[in-house]
């Protein structure tokens, strides 16, 4: 087993303005609806009678209506000539498949993935197949009308498990004429629940009927990136802030349906990231039960158990691995594959490890529930021709990307969008996370003209501390560096030695670690920083060293998971940066530090009590206290509005990418100047 290359993240810049276009949904209609006669009954069956208390009829080639006061002309809308040119006829029903390949293809739940419509996630201005986004609906409260929600939508849950409706029937999906010819297995199939499969439960009728019922769209319905820390991103976010990133989903819509809800003050759970994540994983536990209760020996119709990673080339119908792993690496478990060898088809198999994915207490429930699962460590779920088997496939592999996290380095932004892969003119930059431990605020960033790489902390799930403090985490990510450029898609600009030139830079604590990583770097032979970009990283304030403690517990409530795990890590970083020696350029290295520009915040953080804080101690000096260090330090340094927690508030990000970019072209073209 090998991982997978790590998913492409695309870029996240914010739209500068919350209006966006959005292109008009489409409605086909069934040809026979569009006759002129199935049009004219429409029409006339909406006008009634006239004073006479004859019917009104409508006579299409003299496009009038008879009247009790004679014939009078019609509207162009109630013309069928002119409502049949406006409405998009359907498209025929495929015909029979024919082909292996058609086959293997029109059964493939990933290219399915892809022939969902277009759909923009509005936060980030990215445009991407449906399956990749979350949809979010407004929804009104069922008690308190008045009261308005925006909650997940049903594109991804719909479906996973078979829904059977009356008329022709078959669990191919392909139809029977006589519904009593169906095997006995499933003329009863259960009623799922959300806690529980009752197995015991009947279904009234021949037909099947299952009490799951696909639920309606909402009419109000935008979409984000399936992402968590995207989600939790907004859930974290409070006040004006706050309401402008969650508005900027819906605030592109027209039409009279948005006019009945007020959206600003549509409420969004603090734990929607964990809520939809809690979602999936009690859809995907339910449908494997209700699977495994129809996969028995000898055939083994969904589920089949092997006995090691050798025997499931030998499974017929594989389509991917479910795994109880004993061990959680979220890195390495967000993207594995099997390559199957001398495969003619399904030559890479996706493996999903559920101890991770599905979190304890849903891995309890399920081998609890499930005897193929309490006794074997490894399943291959098949790939049965149904709709219901390609959408649990789906969701299996978009609970994958929703949770997962991304290669470190991870790509933010490629130099041109238009040939992601190609190599650049410009230097690249790796950008170090902040004090919180995540690149969140890197993504928001608009095109900065160069390769963006985004480096976060790796403990910042499990909370191991870095007993190395700031030189350990150096090291470390220098490792993290180089193994990016050695990457063979690396687009490296060398430089007259035949290494590789570099831009470093961060937010905060960013800007001290691309210090420290540039100091290690010095003496490399095939990598050269050539300059430094500090987003606000104030001069370390140096309070006596005092043992690392964790936020307390009331500090803690009301917090969302990734909150709490922010404040955890953030309490670690200020440890370590009271304790950091700073590094020093001496001997034969002296006066070959690279250059380094500063961005700027202008505003001291609000206090109550009117104090500065010990970040804006040095905020009246313009070098942000540098000159203890080193004497005229910065290169440039250019201001932008906002404190030093907010400068990457949507509302500021076209300043703050202006001033990043700016730097960065400085440092670049100062660099050629000079060599």
């Keep these: 087993m090998k991982r997978c290359t790590a998913v492409f993240a695309g870029r996240l810049p914010i739209a500068r303005s919350g209006i966006q276009t959005r292109s008009r949904r489409c409605i086909s209609y069934a ?38 006061a004679g014939s009078l002309p019609i509207s162009p809308i109630m ?130 009927s299952l009490q799951v019922e696909r639920r309606r769209q909402s009419p109000v319905t935008n979409y984000c990136l399936s992402r968590l820390s995207l989600v939790e991103a907004l859930s974290e976010k409070a006040g004006k802030s706050a309401r402008s990133s969650r508005y900027r989903m819906f605030g592109s819509r027209s039409g009279m349906v948005t006019s009945t809800y007020n959206i600003h003050d549509a409420i969004w759970r603090p734990d929607m990231g964990e809520m939809i994540l809690r979602q999936q994983r009690r859809a995907v536990v339910d449908a494997l039960i209700y699977r495994a209760t129809r996969s028995k020996d000898p055939d083994f119709r969904f589920l089949q158990s092997v006995n090691n990673w050798d025997e499931v080339k030998n499974i017929e119908k594989r389509g991917s691995v479910l795994w109880f792993a004993d061990r959680v690496d979220p890195v390495a478990d967000s993207f594995a594959t099997l390559d199957i060898q001398h495969a003619k088809w399904w ?81 690249p930059v790796f950008l170090i996370h902040d004090g919180g431990g995540t690149t969140f605020a890197y993504h928001c960033l608009e095109p900065l003209g ?102 307390a517990a009331s500090a803690e409530e009301g917090k969302t998971k990734n909150q709490i795990l922010s404040m955890r890590a953030m309490t670690a970083a200020r440890q370590m940066i009271t304790t950091w020696a700073l590094p020093v350029w001496d001997g034969h290295l002296y006066g070959r530090r690279p250059k380094i520009s500063l961005v700027r915040a202008t505003e001291v953080i609000p206090n109550e009590d009117g104090a500065n804080t010990s970040i804006d101690v040095y905020r009246s000096q313009r070098n942000l206290g540098w000159d203890r260090y080193e004497e005229n330090m910065f290169t440039e340094i250019v201001d932008v509005e906002g404190h030093h927690f907010n400068m990457f508030d949507f509302e500021y990000i076209p300043d703050v990418t202006e001033a990043v970019k700016q730097c960065l072209d400085s440092l670049d073209s100062v660099w050629v100047a000079s060599s």
């Design 450 to 551: 160069r390769s963006v790489y985004g480096i976060h902390n790796p403990n910042f799930h499990n909370q191991e501390i870095f007993e190395g403090g700031i030189p350990e985490m150096g090291r470390l990510y220098t490792k993290f560096i180089k193994e990016a450029i050695a990457e063979p898609d690396f687009p490296a600009r060398h430089n007259q030695d035949g290494g590789v030139d570099i831009l470093l830079g961060g937010w905060s604590m960013g800007g001290l670690l691309s210090l420290e990583i540039a100091r290690l770097l010095a003496e490399d032979l095939t990598v050269r920083v050539i300059g430094i970009v500090m987003c606000d990283s104030v001069y370390p304030f140096q309070d006596p060293p005092k043992p690392a403690q964790a936020p």
């Design 31 to 68: 040809k026979p609806t569009l006759t002129q006669e199935a049009l004219l009954e429409q029409i006339e069956s909406q006008l009634g009678d006239d004073l006479d208390g004859k019917p009104m009829r409508i006579d299409p080639d003299a496009k009038t209506v008879n009247t009790a």
């Design 347 to 427: 030559k890479k198999m996706p493996v999903h490890n559920l101890t991770w994915l599905l979190g304890g207490d849903e891995v309890h429930r399920l081998r609890e529930s499930s005897e193929i699962f309490r006794n074997n460590d490894i399943v291959v779920l098949k790939l049965w021709r149904s709709e219901s088997m390609r959408k649990l496939h789906l969701l299996l592999w978009r609970m994958q990307v929703f949770v997962s996290m991304e290669k470190n380095p991870e790509i933010i932004q490629p130099e041109e969008w238009a040939q992601p892969t190609a190599g650049g003119r410009a230097v």
């Design 79 to 208: 013309d069928p000539a002119w409502i049949k040119s406006k409405r998009r006829p359907r498209k025929n029903d495929p015909g029979k498949i024919s082909g292996q390949f058609r086959k293997k293809l029109s059964n493939n739940p990933f290219a399915e993935a892809l022939m969902t419509p277009i759909r923009r996630c509005m936060n980030t201005d990215t445009l991407l197949p449906r399956y990749f986004l979350q949809d979010m609906e407004v929804v009104s409260h069922p008690d308190r009308p008045e009261e308005h929600w925006i909650t997940p939508g049903p594109f991804s849950l719909d479906s996973v498990i078979p829904v059977y409706t009356s008329g022709p029937w078959s669990p191919t999906g392909q139809a029977h004429t006589n519904p009593k010819n169906r095997p006995e297995s499933y003329a009863n199939p259960p009623t799922i629940s959300s806690d529980a499969i009752n197995t015991d439960s009947k279904a009234d009728g021949l037909d099947g």
